[in-house]
Every structure is written in C-alpha cells, then in structure tokens.
C-alpha cells in the first residue's frame, strides 16, 4: 500500500489527479490510499500529527502558505527527505526556487495521464530502493536501518560511522565491504567517506555539502564517478 497525497486549492485539480493514480494502481495492480488537502496548512498539520505519505503533488501557488514553503517545512522542520515531492504549478518558472526542497519532479497543468504514469514509475522505484535495509552490529546489539534514512558512512580508524539526520551508530568494519550492502544510491567520494546522494544539497569539484551543512571532501580519483553518478537522471 502507498499512501500519496495531492495538495492543490483546485478541487477539479485534485479530483483529476486522483483520478489518475487510480487509474495507474489498477494498470499496475497496486494500492494506493489518496489523500486530498485544500491548503497548505492543512497538510502541514496532518504531518505534524505523524501523518505519513510516501508521495506528495503539491501545488506551488497555494494562498497562503505556498506550496514552497510546505516543500521547506517538510525538509527542514520535519527532517522529512523520504517524501517523494512533485510540484505541480500553471507556470514553469520555479525551478531555481524548487531546488532546496529537492522535488522529484515538476509538472505544468494541465497535467496528463501519462505524465502522472511516469512520475510513479520513478518514485515507486526509489521507495523500494529506500526501504531497503542495511545491517550492521553495534556491540551487543543488531541494527537494520532503512537505507533512504543513512545521509552518509565514514571509516574512522577501524570503526565505521553510520549518520542519519537523528543520531549516529558506529560498528567494526572496513568501508569498501560495507559498500558492497548498499544500494546504488550511495556514492564512495573517498576512501573514508560513502554519501546517499539524495541527501546532497550542494556539489562542487572538489566536496558535496549534505543537507545537515556537513561538508566532505572528494578525493581526485573519485571526481569524475561522482560528478556522473550526482547529475545522472533516475
């Protein structure tokens, strides 16, 4: 079951949409639970409560908080990077402004069946990869943490540091063998450091800066596999 909601103060919008994905889960032969809000803050509430969605179209130009701003409070004031995000707007001139909430895609209405077939092929395909779990033995204890929550994995000495955006494990190990467990998500910058490139806010030719302001260094080797594997397309 995937749950998705669709926030847009356009009823016939949001009965459109919806209409859609039904349509796509019975193709696919899936089930999806919808969700519909008519304001930003509405959502935003549901969120604060502990209401959980897998996928969100949410449009941009809500009244009053906009659908900018949700994208930040989701990211930022939820730690909320699981979300999948498509925007959905009359205009296409957001994408600078879309960048810091790292939608999984834009969509221009009138948005079409097949646009809305694609979008969930790709995001189906990410949530099963971030499902995913990595394990790993920390002392006495066994942990099994979903891959789409680990930000990054650093070798230090003989240990390996697993950082998510709440707290931070540590086990024995080497960093090239736990690689091997991970899905392709995640990106050997250096020797010593391993980044899931969802969490990526910032590339530069020599260090990524991850969305908790941590900033890595890219070693020479690495330079070029990063810069391929971070600008190709899922």
Not at 135 to 144: D, P
Not at 222 to 233: F, G, Q, Y
Request: with cysteine; aromatic share 12%.
């Amino acid at each position: 079951m995937y749950s998705i909601g669709i926030c847009d103060d356009g009823e016939n919008v949001c009965a459109s949409i919806e209409s859609m994905l039904l349509q796509y889960a019975k193709e696919k032969n899936i089930q999806v639970d919808t969700n519909v809000w008519y304001s930003g803050e509405r959502l935003r509430d549901y969120l604060v409560s502990g209401g959980y969605l897998d996928m969100l179209f949410l449009d941009i130009e809500l009244y009053q908080m906009t659908g900018i701003e949700v994208g930040s409070y989701i990211r930022n004031r939820l730690d909320n990077m699981r979300l999948q995000i498509v925007y959905i707007s009359g205009k296409a001139s957001y994408a600078q402004q879309l960048f810091k909430t790292q939608p999984l895609d834009f969509m221009v209405k009138p948005i079409l069946q097949e646009q809305v077939n694609d979008v969930m092929d790709m995001a189906l395909r990410i949530i099963k990869r971030r499902n995913e779990r990595f394990a790993f033995r920390q002392g006495k204890e066994y942990y099994y943490l979903p891959m789409g929550n680990i930000v990054y994995m650093e070798s230090e000495k003989r240990k390996i540091k697993v950082v998510t955006m709440k707290e931070t494990f540590a086990f024995y190990g080497k960093l090239k063998e736990a690689a091997k467990c991970l899905s392709e998500d995640f990106i050997m910058i250096h020797q010593s450091y391993i980044v899931n490139r969802d969490y990526v806010f910032r590339y530069t030719y020599e260090t990524v800066e991850l969305m908790d302001g941590t900033i890595l260094p890219i070693s020479p080797a690495n330079r070029k596999p990063v810069r391929d594997k971070l600008l190709r397309e899922d």
